[in-house]
């Protein structure tokens, strides 16, 4: 069955700097792959997708790179602001339906 | 504006007893899914629905059951509510393949 792995420890980044998380996925080849952002006690919110014929998306301060040869999508968000402090979920496409992994959480140290 | 909403957001029930779940959405989106969300899991898709009168099962269908009589709504009814249904449920609509447009949830608690 497909799995997908993201980080399950948080990762504590400096103000300024740039945050990168992974997503790295077995037994598929996904269609395509969405990035989306998580507060506590709230949905998610889609970010970004990029599609398996893109090798990179940018949106703003956030960049999204997808290795189908890796299986692994990276996410970045540069001049990173404690705004920015969030669970960052990833989900890939399988038949119209998205695959979810437990997402990233995120803290921006001031 | 358009947006999706979900009632109640919070719900204590026992065990053994029939829950529905409502999600509303004014987005005009034919696909509309439910998702419920625990600890160290990703979201895992209960139901989804593509149009009216269209429902599938997903990954975790057992003891969940959905009907979609017009476009905006698809309640999420829990026939016999188990203390492993205990989670938050999140709603969410799309207009195609793309993204999702997600409910803000409601936390279940099965005692």
């Known amino acids: 069955s497909q799995k997908i792995e993201q980080n399950s420890e948080a990762l504590n980044i400096q103000e300024g700097k740039t945050a990168t998380l992974t997503c790295n996925y077995t037994?598929?080849?996904?269609?395509?792959l969405q990035w989306y952002r998580q507060d506590p006690g709230r949905g998610p919110v889609f970010l970004l997708l990029?599609?398996?014929n893109e090798k990179e998306k940018r949106k703003e301060r956030l960049k999204v790179t997808f290795d189908t040869t890796l299986k692994q999508s990276l996410f970045h968000i540069t001049a990173s602001q404690p705004a920015d402090s969030a669970t960052y979920l990833c989900?890939?496409?399988?038949?119209?339906?998205?695959?979810w992994g437990a997402g990233t959480k995120l803290i921006i140290k001031p | 504006d358009a947006e999706i909403t979900q009632s109640p957001r919070h719900k204590i029930t026992e065990t053994g007893r029939q829950v529905t779940l409502a999600c509303h959405q004014t987005?005009?989106?034919?696909?509309m899914f439910w998702y419920r969300q625990d600890l160290g899991h990703g979201l895992r898709l209960i139901h989804y629905?593509?149009?009216?009168?269209?429902?599938n099962k997903g990954e975790v269908s057992d003891g969940y059951s959905v009907s979609r009589s017009n476009t905006e709504d698809l309640p999420l009814t829990l026939e016999s509510a188990a203390s492993s249904q205990t989670s938050v449920y999140f709603c969410?609509?799309?207009?195609?393949?793309?993204?999702?447009?997600f409910g803000p949830g409601t936390r279940l608690t099965v005692t």
């Open positions: 969410a609509s799309s207009p195609d393949r793309d993204e999702q447009y």
């Open positions: 987005w005009n989106h034919n696909n």
């Open positions: 629905s593509y149009g009216v009168q269209d429902t």
């Open positions: 037994n598929y080849s996904p269609a395509y």
């Open positions: 990029i599609r398996e």
């Open positions: 989900a890939l496409d399988r038949n119209y339906q998205l695959i």
